[in-house]
């Protein structure tokens, strides 16, 4: 273990210094509802608003792609990466392989004897999968494994314990108002701040502090402490019988960054803000294409309604 990854271990399970408490996640998302409901204001008929990071990514640096309809969905290597390279580090962690590139293959393999065998479908890609030749899944291999590697690489896992969570269903919450808007939050890591023998719900899942772990592309832009935010306000609001998530770690392997915000009242505030101006602009999309129905995501980034499948099926990671 390095020392950068025993330091940045440390880091994400510190106590809390300033954990968010109730009447302040019940301000902030009194400010959302408000803040929503007056961008969605005109809005004309159609179907759901649905907000992502990389939504709020593009209402910033393209404000003009934002409310456009998505491209058909077809399978590619890059839309793979993830949810191979998720089952990739998850193999690791509980110790059935040495490093990613070792995993990848036979988890792959693996999954298409499934699909084969019974039909099942872990990751949904298995029939194109296996329709490939021989250097579309080197390629599929490639991608999954430059994906897991960094991510396998940032921590010492075994100070995570069992409480560590990889992949998952995204977090999800439905703004309430006159039109539906929800928000999604994708999380690659989610860990237990607790220590062991804290207090634990019915199912003995430990309840108190979490952190959160994003994979991106690119590199961290100004922004990026809000925009990490963004993914505690979205847990922090499904889930409100547990606490706001404490903090979040980002990775940008592609740019070797990494960049950690301890989360309060007014970074979840800006994220709402955040979120209503994304919500503002697919308004006036929608309202200057009216023929426009269905879901209107801006989330493709990054994997959003596309990556894993996401554009035809949910991702099951």
């Known amino acids: 273990m390095s020392h950068s990854t025993g330091t940045r271990t440390d880091a994400l399970l510190a106590v809390p210094p300033r954990p968010v408490g109730d009447d302040a996640r019940a301000r902030v998302r009194d400010r959302l509802v408000d803040?929503?409901?007056?961008?969605?204001?005109?809005?004309?008929?159609?179907?759901?608003?649905?907000?992502?990071?990389?939504?709020?990514?593009?209402?910033?640096?393209?404000?003009?792609?934002?409310?456009?309809?998505?491209?058909?969905?077809?399978?590619?290597?890059?839309?793979?990466?993830?949810?191979?390279?998720?089952?990739?580090?998850?193999?690791?962690?509980?110790?059935?392989?040495?490093?990613?590139?070792?995993?990848v293959g036979p988890l792959a393999d693996r999954a298409v004897d499934e699909w084969r065998r019974s039909g099942w479908r872990t990751f949904h890609w298995e029939p194109w999968f296996d329709g490939l030749g021989a250097g579309g899944r080197a390629a599929v291999l490639a991608?999954?494994?430059?994906?897991?590697?960094?991510?396998?690489?940032?921590?010492?896992?075994?100070?995570?314990?069992?409480?560590?969570?990889?992949?998952?269903?995204?977090?999800?919450?439905?703004?309430?108002?006159?039109?539906?808007?929800?928000?999604?939050?994708?999380?690659?890591?989610?860990?237990?701040?607790?220590?062991?023998?804290?207090?634990?719900?019915?199912?003995?899942?430990?309840?108190?502090?979490?952190?959160?772990?994003?994979?991106?592309g690119g590199s961290p832009g100004g922004d990026w402490p809000e925009e990490l935010s963004y993914l505690a306000l979205v847990a922090g609001l499904r889930s409100t019988d547990r606490p706001v998530p404490a903090r979040v770690l980002g990775l940008w392997p592609e740019a070797g960054a990494h960049r950690m915000v301890e989360v309060d009242g007014g970074l979840l505030g800006a994220a709402a803000d955040r979120v209503v101006t994304t919500v503002a602009l697919t308004a006036v999309a929608r309202s200057n294409a009216p023929d426009v129905g269905g879901t209107v995501s801006t989330a493709s980034e990054e994997g959003f309604g596309v990556e894993d499948g996401a554009a035809v099926e949910p991702a099951l990671v």
């Open 35 to 103: 803040g929503v409901a007056g961008a969605v204001a005109g809005l004309p008929p159609g179907g759901l608003v649905e907000v992502a990071l990389p939504s709020l990514r593009r209402a910033r640096s393209r404000p003009e792609s934002v409310g456009l309809a998505e491209p058909d969905f077809a399978w590619k290597p890059v839309f793979a990466r993830r949810s191979l390279g998720l089952a990739a580090v998850r193999a690791c962690v509980e110790g059935r392989f040495g490093g990613p590139a070792a995993a």
């Open 143 to 216: 991608e999954a494994t430059t994906w897991a590697t960094p991510l396998w690489a940032a921590f010492d896992w075994a100070e995570f314990g069992p409480g560590v969570v990889l992949g998952g269903a995204d977090d999800q919450w439905t703004c309430p108002g006159p039109r539906a808007v929800r928000l999604k939050g994708r999380c690659e890591v989610r860990v237990t701040i607790d220590p062991p023998g804290g207090p634990a719900d019915t199912t003995g899942t430990a309840v108190g502090a979490s952190a959160l772990v994003s994979v991106s």
